[in-house]
DNA sequence: TTATATACATAGAGATACAAGGTATGAGAG
DNA sequence: CTCTCATACCTTGTATCTCTATGTATATAA
């Protein structure tokens, strides 16, 4: 049986929510908890990778912050990142307009 | 660097066009380069082993057909196919408005 | 003191889509 | 007549993606 991947423009996620404000990767999930259908959360296997990516991509930078003895690291979003984000939501919609001509045609 | 992946809810695609009419692989293709955004064509290594799936699934049933010497095969949406359909069109709504969630987040 | 929530991270496995290749026929160009 | 292109099928291997499972560590609540 085909397995339905449960997520994906993971990245336009995660440049979408660092649009707003800095944030640190586990407030990122539980804020994607919130808003996303609860079946398609992203998972910290998903999640931490991607950051690596973006940050080596130099679309985000990250400082650390110490919080009441827990370590957070913030992550922001850069110039580059935000020229990234306007892209991928640009894709998102094509490719969300694409489906939808194909669901509703004549 | 990552790669955005063209294209996901690839058996939605098949089984929506299903739903209108038989139609063989290469029609399907065709049919989908014209309506999807050219960025998201299916390609046949994508196509091929899903119909192969969703035949095991009982989801499509399928017949031959001679055509001016080439051999066409045809799938049929079977009602097991049309309850995949509602299904995953359903999924696919709520995923669609998951993400626009997440995006337009105030 | 034990469990739960917070907070980071990675390795391995399974799923997914594509590129690239293969077979075969028909039609049109030269 | 031959070569190429379009039609029509299909598979193998590779790259990519996401999750599961696991690991570390601290703070707080029971």
Redo the contacts between chains.
């Keep these: 049986?085909?397995q339905?991947?449960s997520l994906?423009?993971t990245?336009?996620?995660v440049l979408?929510?660092l649009s707003?404000q800095d944030m640190y990767g586990y407030q990122m999930i539980a804020t994607?908890e919130q808003?996303?259908?609860p079946?398609?959360s992203m998972k910290e296997g998903t999640l931490y990778p991607?950051l690596r990516?973006l940050e080596n991509?130099g679309a985000v930078s990250c400082y650390e912050q110490e919080v009441s003895g827990r370590t957070r690291k913030y992550y922001h979003l850069t110039r580059k990142g935000r020229r990234q984000l306007a892209e991928?939501?640009e894709?998102?919609e094509?490719?969300?307009?694409?489906?939808n001509?194909?669901?509703h045609?004549a």
């Excluded at 094509?94 to 489906?99: D, K, L, N, S």
């Design positions: 049986m085909r339905k991947q994906a423009h990245s336009l996620l979408s929510l707003r994607l808003r996303l259908d079946a398609f991607i990516e991509a991928e939501q894709q998102w094509r490719y969300e307009h694409a489906i001509a194909v669901l045609m």
